[in-house]
């Protein structure tokens, strides 16, 4: 939410929508000068229109909000809650958190998660890296540097949201994606020449055909506008500075033309992926059974490498690597995958 500063002609004006009180705020999407009470009220009805037009929920469904202690999945929480009475969704709602195990950055969001379960009244499942795989990030760091720390972190989040979301039963997964990290992922799709991303990565509702479909309630909502009872820190690992750069841009355009954020979107939405690009099947890991492309899922193959004393297997290039690792590569049968950004935003 942006503030408007004191001293210039803005003062003056009365919000227009009630025309009554003094605007507290400008709307980066439509420019309009608004006070404070009536920015919830059309906040909430954009958010819950979103959701009607786009068919996100059904009736009875049982829903995980991706819960990271961040702003974006804090207001989500808050927002779903809310509709779901207001509006008689009929969702059973809970709240999913993963537990990396990065001491003094998730120890504190996941005080906030759990400050929310009590506020919204929604039950919370926290799985963690640890259960799941038998490593913490911490741990993880230790053996492999700082270097592609944000690779493992991001497949293992993915694949332990997915787990969560199967233990606690639920038919749809939403995340806290606003329009910035949308407009900043086809940016960078359209960078890395990632065409399969590039396609998916616009999509409200995605993995229709994979283990939870998942939604973003907040795809048009600007970032600026999530702003309410928050906790936030930067992750002490320190996320990937292409999407930093990325992200970066996008504020700058944002600041010339607030409109920028949403154009980049449709332009996403909108490319046409020739019929020739070759996309990846879908099959499943014979490992673990979670889906993917290739003989191994990305998490197995990540995990192998630790587990091996091999954490470089799978990962970035080939370039002086020993024999023995280009033959693992051969018989699990993997792509190398690239450093990704944060997995903070794959929530
Ligand atoms: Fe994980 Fe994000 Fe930290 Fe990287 S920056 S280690 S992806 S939480
Ligand atoms: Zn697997």
Redesign the pocket.
Known sequence: MEESHGGDRTRSLLCSICNQRRPALKRPKTLQQICRECFYVVFEEEIHRVIVDNKLFKRGERIAIGASGGKDSTVLAYVMSELNRRHNYGLDLFLLSVD?G?TG??DDSLETVKRNEVQYGLPLKVVSYKDLYGWT?DEI?KMIGLKN??????VF?RQALDRGAALLKVDKLATGHNADDISETVLLNILRGDIARLSRCTSIITGEDGPIPRCKPFKYTYEKEIKLDYFST???????AYRGFAREFIKDLERIRPRAILDIIKSGEDFRIATSTKMPEQGTCQRCGYISSQKWCKACVLLEGLNRGLPKLGIGRTRGVTGERQKDDQQIGVKNLQS???????F
């Open positions: 990396e990065i950055y998730r990030m760091v720390n944000c690779t493992f972190c991001g989040r930067e992750c002490i690992y320190s996320p990937n990704k950004a944060c997995g903070s935003l794959d």
